[in-house]
């Protein structure tokens, strides 16, 4: 099954979770409403949602309940985005302005703030503390995994699992909790909703390892902003980590970051593009983020065989291929 056929069967549920978000975000001040509309009109996947609806068919399957895991997640997701884009001076995500060059930086944290708040508001619907717990947990390694990359930029030295260490909490552990909230909300068992999380562990892994995948290798109209936008802001990620590891390429790109970091990103970055374009790197990177992808299939091996453990299959295949 192709992702836009799971979206097409799962119409009614995303669209009723959509407004949700739109209703969860109103507000009577109009500059935080009219900032934070734009945010999520500005589209996305809604992976995050997707897998909670997904995770919650593994026990009793209650909109009412499950919309205060779903929203909640996708609101932590966008806000995190709104206050990356002010870190990354972003000016276009998705193809649309970013809300800080649309208003200003100000406008954006307090945004990114409000919205954060109004997730965790929605959570509390669910009288359950460990759902509490875990989405908290979850907002205070993303933190930490935004800070590590701050403290990491721009440094040729960092390892491979440095890399990970980040990744797992900047992106992973969202994606993770997605797939274990929904099934903690419909009431499955711990063990099942533990197998969960393992699954989107493994599977947020592989995205945003493609992610930074394509940051190299794809076009502006595929990524919804230019290429190379990691590395212009310092962000050493995996494809080139691996490609420093190559002695003939080392002293090259060493060269090439050294002027993009004294030009503080405002150069023509093309040439190291390339190198990395040509490099095993990408190959390599392309190869862990499979793996991780069958790893995420593996974990799904003893779960009921009900048509939700499928589309969780073709969800990770989606991730593990995506050119967008």
């Known amino acids: 099954m192709k992702l836009i056929d799971l979206y097409a069967k799962m119409k009614r549920d995303i669209s009723y979770i959509e407004k949700e978000l739109e209703r969860n ?35 009793t399957y209650d909109m009412e309940r499950i919309k205060h895991v779903a929203v909640p997640l996708e609101l932590i997701h966008m806000a995190s985005l709104v206050h990356d884009d002010v870190i990354d001076d972003a000016l276009t995500r998705r193809g649309q302005l970013t809300v800080r060059s649309k208003w200003d930086n100000r406008v954006a944290m307090y945004t990114g703030d409000y919205i954060f708040a109004k997730a965790l508001e ?17 907002i205070l390694e993303m933190s930490i995994g935004e800070m590590e990359q701050i ?16 990744i797992r909490r900047k992106t992973a552990l969202l ?17 099942l909703s533990n197998r969960l999380y393992s699954f989107g562990y493994n599977v947020g892994m592989a995205f945003q390892v493609r992610d930074d995948l394509l940051d190299l290798i794809g ?37 090439e970051l050294k002027r993009i970091q004294e030009a503080d990103g405002q150069t023509d970055i093309r040439y190291f593009i390339q190198m990395i374009r040509d490099s095993k790197g990408i190959k390599q990177a392309e190869q862990l983020a499979n793996r991780y992808i069958d790893k995420a299939i593996a974990q799904l091996k003893d779960l009921p065989d009900i048509q939700a453990k499928k589309d969780l299959i073709s969800v990770a295949h989606f991730i593990g291929n995506r050119s967008y």
Do not use: W
Request: charged fraction near 25%.
């Open 25 to 59: 975000i109103d507000t009577d001040h109009a500059l935080l409403r009219e900032a934070s509309v734009h945010l999520l009109k500005a589209g996305g996947k809604r992976i995050r949602p997707i897998f909670v609806l997904l995770g919650a068919k593994f026990g």
């Open 122 to 138: 929605v959570a509390t619907k669910l009288e359950n503390p460990r759902i509490h717990q875990i989405l908290s947990k979850a």
């Open 151 to 166: 403290r990491f930029f721009f440094n040729p030295d960092q390892t491979v699992r440095d890399y990970m260490l980040r």
């Open 175 to 191: 994606i993770a909790i997605s797939c274990q909230l929904g099934a903690i909300a419909a009431g499955a068992s711990e063990k």
């Open 219 to 255: 076009t502006e109209k595929e990524i919804g902003k230019p290429p190379g936008s990691d590395i212009r802001q310092g962000n050493i990620t995996i494809p080139v980590i691996f490609a420093l590891q190559e002695p003939e390429l080392r002293g090259p790109l060493l060269s």
